[in-house]
């Protein structure tokens, strides 16, 4: 408890952190409604996944997540506090979970409220478009199950993100290669898979942390994507797992 309570007071008295947070909220709820304002309903057209084109934001959301999670460590490091704070508390593994579990508790938070003003926004906003009941379009509520399975797995995604960042910035330590590191791992396998072409494209997309994580948001054509929404998040839960583990061997081996 010891360990947790002074990463809170680091956290708390760190400038940024609430920024970072908020601007992760405002960004996502501001592409989502730039999204769903921008889609028309087509009788002709095909059929569109809305809870997943309100829950665009989350694509862009997540690199200021992933800039927080990097910072929250790596500002230790280029200011010299981690010796005072491997000093104050020698058991490393500890400190890493202690940063681990607030990082995951502030994302949870921010995305909960980001994710429920994305659904909000398209609530209002789409049936005005032409997405009503009557057109096969019921309005988005978490009642209804897929909604809440993508709403919940984009938190979730978002915290995933942030722990994926945290253990791959505690093994790089050094702030801008570890944000270059984090948003190439997330956003260079879409891009490869897009230049490889369809031979390469399902299995890129299978085990690329953003595009395996992202399924969770489908709702509807669950059968043609290349990975299932739930096995997609596990897809993304075993690199944050994985970074995570690197990120503690590192900052137990090393020298701080």
Known sequence: MTTIHAEWTKLRTAGGVGWLLLA???????????????????PLGSYQDTTKVALTGIDLGQAVIA???VLIISSEYSSGMIRVTLAAIPRRPVVLAAK????TALTLAAGTVAVLACLLVARLILPGHGFTPGHGYPLLSLDHGATLRAAAGSVLYLALIALLSLGLATAVRDSAVAIGVVLAVLYLF????????????KDLMQIGPMT???SIQATTGLKILPIGPWGGLGVLAAWAAGALVLGGLVLWLRDA
């Not at 992760?24 to 087509?42: E, K």
């Not at 681990?100 to 990082?103: G, H, N, S």
Request: overall charge positive; aromatic content about 8%; hydrophobic content about 70%.
């Open 24 to 42: 992760a909220a405002v960004l996502t709820a501001g592409v989502s409604t730039i999204a769903v304002a921008a889609i028309r309903y087509s």
């Open 67 to 69: 800039i927080l999670a």
């Open 100 to 103: 681990a579990a607030w990082v």
């Open 190 to 201: 879409p891009i490869i898979a897009q230049v490889l072409g369809a031979r390469w494209q």
């Open 212 to 214: 395996a994580g992202l």
